[in-house]
């Protein structure tokens, strides 16, 4: 996968305070996609781990998970968990993650620098196996107030600071001027569900 405009995507990501967007690793359970166009760029990572109940007390609230890596965590179900007292020892907890990352170059940008957040979260309905998905999304548009050429940096003033930006693309760096706007969005979406133990052969 290239990666041209990675180090923007990190550093707008640090300097807004959100959380860095997540490597490739090198896992099975992983995979990353990067779309790119003129002025616009889109990447996606989604992760897939499953771990099983090792352990469960439904008074305490507690679960032992036992990961891929043969690790136990424990964890304690919040309230907002339904239907924990369908999980039994042996079952198979997924936990999906999916981040997605799109920056869109807005040139002559009028919009006011902004930071804005969303979040959502679905829970398992009363008697449905224990499950939900739970998404947040920031959008940030910052505005290009230098442009230097013979370092190949960008400086970006967003809505609480301005950070200095390496552009590895050429051919990207050659559309950004000062007065432009970046738009990012960056959306985090979690999804947890529990399988039935499975049945022992006979």
């Given at each position: 996968?290239?990666?041209?405009?990675?180090?923007?995507?990190?550093?707008?990501?640090?300097?807004?305070?959100?959380?860095?967007?997540?490597?490739?690793?090198?896992?099975?359970?992983?995979?990353?996609?990067?779309?790119?166009?003129?002025?616009?760029?889109?990447?996606?990572?989604?992760?897939?781990?499953?771990?099983?109940?090792?352990?469960?007390?439904?008074?305490?609230?507690?679960?032992?998970?036992?990961?891929?890596?043969?690790?136990?965590?424990?964890?304690?179900?919040?309230?907002?968990?339904?239907?924990?007292?369908?999980?039994?020892?042996?079952?198979?907890?997924?936990?999906?993650?999916?981040?997605?990352?799109?920056?869109?170059?807005?040139?002559?940008?009028?919009?006011?620098?902004?930071?804005?957040?969303?979040?959502?979260?679905?829970?398992?309905?009363?008697?449905?196996?224990?499950?939900?998905?739970?998404?947040?999304?920031?959008?940030?548009?910052?505005?290009?107030?230098?442009v230097n050429a013979k370092t190949q940096t960008v400086t970006l003033k967003g809505p609480k600071?301005?950070?200095?930006?390496?552009?590895?693309?050429?051919?990207?760096?050659?559309?950004?001027?000062?007065?432009?706007?970046?738009?990012?969005?960056?959306?985090?979406?979690?999804?947890?569900?529990?399988?039935?133990?499975?049945?022992?052969?006979?």
């Amino acid at each position: 996968m290239k990666r041209q405009l990675l180090p923007i995507v990190a550093a707008l990501l640090s300097a807004l305070s959100m959380p860095a967007f997540a490597q490739q690793a090198a896992d099975p359970n992983t995979m990353a996609t990067k779309e790119s166009s003129p002025g616009k760029v889109t990447m996606t990572q989604g992760t897939k781990v499953t771990a099983t109940v090792e352990a469960i007390d439904q008074q305490t609230r507690e679960v032992t998970l036992k990961g891929p890596k043969g690790k136990l965590h424990t964890m304690t179900a919040g309230p907002d968990v339904r239907n924990l007292d369908q999980v039994k020892v042996g079952d198979k907890v997924v936990v999906r993650y999916l981040e997605a990352l799109s920056l869109t170059l807005k040139k002559d940008g009028k919009e006011l620098r902004s930071k804005v957040e969303t979040e959502g979260s679905k829970r398992a309905a009363q008697g449905e196996r224990p499950g939900g998905v739970a998404a947040q999304q920031v959008e940030v548009t910052a505005d290009v107030v230098a442009v230097n050429a013979k370092t190949q940096t960008v400086t970006l003033k967003g809505p609480k600071q301005t950070v200095d930006l390496k552009v590895r693309d050429p051919a990207q760096f050659k559309l950004i001027k000062v007065g432009d706007q970046i738009q990012a969005v960056y959306t985090q979406a979690l999804a947890l569900s529990v399988e039935p133990a499975p049945t022992a052969m006979k």
